[in-house]
């Protein structure tokens, strides 16, 4: 599922603006009550390298399903051909349209939707123009609307989820989802997997609650930042479709996939309907950045699997550095969020910076007329590490944050109250570094 990098940009937009935006827009990424939602325990950090850890980088067991468009296919898959894919022994790449990229086949998985509503439905218009235009013309495909290629992508995940489990060699006990602006770690994928039994059904991720739609309510894992199953949850499935026939179920589940906004929650729903409920995979399957993650003690000493929204940059830097920790440390073993902080985010200087969204979102009731006042107020206030100021039309605002997180740049541009291109975010430095130090090391 595609997501909006900025959501939190519209912080000051008038209430019942932000609610329609957001109910058009996707459906919620809060996180549910985690009583309702089975959570993965974790080896203490002391315990992790007693046990034999599995061989580095064997993915005899894993079928890696990278999912991405054609319009953006150009763009991203090559540094995931430099990082990711040459370690995947079992790989299905999957589009909107069929072609051979850098000697990687790529699938048009929507072939498997029902010829109705490709040829009339306006989701596929796009869809449409993609199979006249064909591979060759990669200008022209770049140009497709991208509101267009994400109304298409949900249509995606359930002929997704059978056409990886039929391309499946019987060796394979996991299926790996990842799209094309996630990075992914082998080393910390192969040792969290190496801690399930892969005969039981797992559907596990990111867990987030839809609050739109039929689907109102679903918890489900946020396909952008990977989705992991087992080969035997995505047989209960099979079991529901062969015992309603085949065809029955799949448009059944066609109906479903219209009438709601996220192909990732149509594929929860379907893993629920056979009796395989979420298992929470974050913050290790993980929506964020490096740069917009909130780092906190909580997180500190677990191990990131993947990040979301990374550039095909980032893509590179995180695979390179995962790489070097792979060679230099014992076999097996992972690597931290307080790694990652420690090789990217240490020792990075942040100044106060204009059209920039670090995440502070408490409002500060003291006389905020001024940046000097709003870093002030944070200077002196216990918990707040950092800050965000705005002036409008309607009156300035002062934003607190009591964590750490590097954020984002904001569109230059105006909303409803004139806020958007006037956010200035800024850190308390001194208290951001003692806040991190109090971490301690894992």
Known sequence: MYSSPTLLRYATIPTTFFLLFLTWHLCSLSLPPTSSIPWISFPEPSNITTSPPPPLHDTSNILLVLKTGASVISSRLPAHINTTLPAAKHLLILSSLSQTFSGYPVHDILVNVSDSWKQHHQDFKVYRQLQELGAENQDAIQELASQSAWDLDKWKFMPMLFESYQQAPEEVEWFVMIEGDTSLS???????LSSFDANKPRYMGAANKCVVGPLNGQLFAHGGSGVVWSRSAVEKVLEVREREGVENYDRRWEEITNKNCCGDVVLAAAFEEAGVRLTRAGPMLQGATPDSFVWSLQDWC?????????????????HDFSERWAMEQKEGVPYFFSDVYAEF????????????????????????????ECTRACRLDKYCLQWMFAEGELGSSCLFGQFFSVGEALADEEDEEGRIGNWTSGWIEEKVEKAIMNFGPC
């Open 186 to 192: 082998w080393t910390n994928l192969i040792w969290w």
């Open 302 to 318: 677990r191990p990131p699997i993947t990040w979301h929204h990374v550039s095909p940059d980032e893509v590179e830097q995180i």
């Open 345 to 372: 985010l240490a020792g990075r200087r942040r100044a106060e910076t204009p059209l920039w969204d670090n995440g502070a979102r408490k409002p500060w009731e003291g006389n905020h007329t001024s940046k000097a």
